[in-house]
């Protein structure tokens, strides 16, 4: 069993910065791929990034992002603090949005193959 607890949503101006942690219980937590999501009004939820687990060292993981965000946001894990963030730079109105973040055995760019959900936090995008 998984549990997430994400938090860093908020409010930035576009151009601006922000980091989304997202924090996991569980002691298999490295093995597992984390995937970040996001859903705006009226709209189906869609990828973001992905990190692979590994159960040896975190240095072997594989990361994976959307196009759309591809050079502006950075997945990566702290295994020790069983934590996993999303550095989101360059931010554009469009990124306004929940953020979720996700578990599963293996990573995936579909929502319906996560096991392990968060609550999702807001990141609001002014022009």
């Known amino acids: 069993q998984v549990q997430l607890v994400e938090s860093g949503g908020g409010l930035a101006q576009a151009g601006g910065s922000l980091r989304l942690s997202c924090a996991a219980s569980?002691?298999?937590?490295?093995?597992?791929?984390m995937g970040w999501f996001r859903q705006a009004p009226g709209k189906e939820r869609e990828f973001v990034a992905a990190?692979?687990?590994?159960?040896?060292?975190?240095?072997?993981?594989?990361?994976y992002y959307a196009d759309s965000v591809k050079g502006r946001f950075t997945v990566s894990m702290d295994n020790a603090k069983n934590t996993v963030y999303l550095q989101m730079n360059s931010l554009k109105p469009e990124d306004t949005a929940v953020y979720y973040c996700?578990?599963?055995?293996?990573?995936?760019?579909?929502?319906?193959?996560?096991?392990?959900w968060g609550q999702g936090t807001q990141v609001t995008v002014s022009s």
């Open positions: 990190i692979s687990g590994s159960a040896y060292t975190w240095s072997a993981s594989r990361t």
């Open positions: 996700a578990a599963d055995q293996s990573v995936s760019y579909t929502p319906d193959e996560y096991d392990y």
């Open positions: 569980g002691r298999t937590f490295r093995t597992y791929a």
